[in-house]
Nanobody, 125 residues
């Protein structure tokens, strides 16, 4: 049973940085694709960044150049480095995993079958 636990959220001022972590326990093969999603109150969950087993990455246009997704397979940990944060980045951030996702579907929530509980990110102006 795969379990995902996010951490690293918090409150920062506009322009600040945060690094989110997602530790995967249970059977998580190196062939898994993983992603970061976020959901603000009253809005749909949206894909922020995804990475597949080949290291291919995909980003939402709204975060390109500001966010970086990476993973440490030895530690079974997924990261999201967030810089130049804006108030519109405020949301609950979720980590997700799935055994195999096509590259063009890395930012689609429907592609993933394992989800963490989320970590809150709040950016004040």
């Amino acid at each position: 049973q795969v379990q995902l636990v996010e951490s690293g959220g918090g409150s920062v001022q506009s322009g600040g940085s945060l690094r989110l972590s997602c530790i995967a326990s249970g059977y998580v093969s190196s062939t898994y694709s993983m992603g970061w999603f976020r959901q603000a109150p009253g809005k749909e969950r949206e894909g922020v960044a995804g990475i597949n087993s080949n290291g291919y990455t995909s980003y939402a246009d709204s975060v390109k150049g500001r966010f970086t997704i990476s993973q440490d397979n030895a530690k079974n940990t997924l990261y999201l480095q967030m810089t130049s944060l804006k108030p519109e980045d405020t949301a609950m951030y979720y980590c997700a995993a799935d055994p195999s996702i096509k590259t063009w579907r890395l930012l689609s929530a429907r592609s993933y079958n394992k989800w963490g509980q989320g970590t809150q990110v709040t950016v004040s102006s």
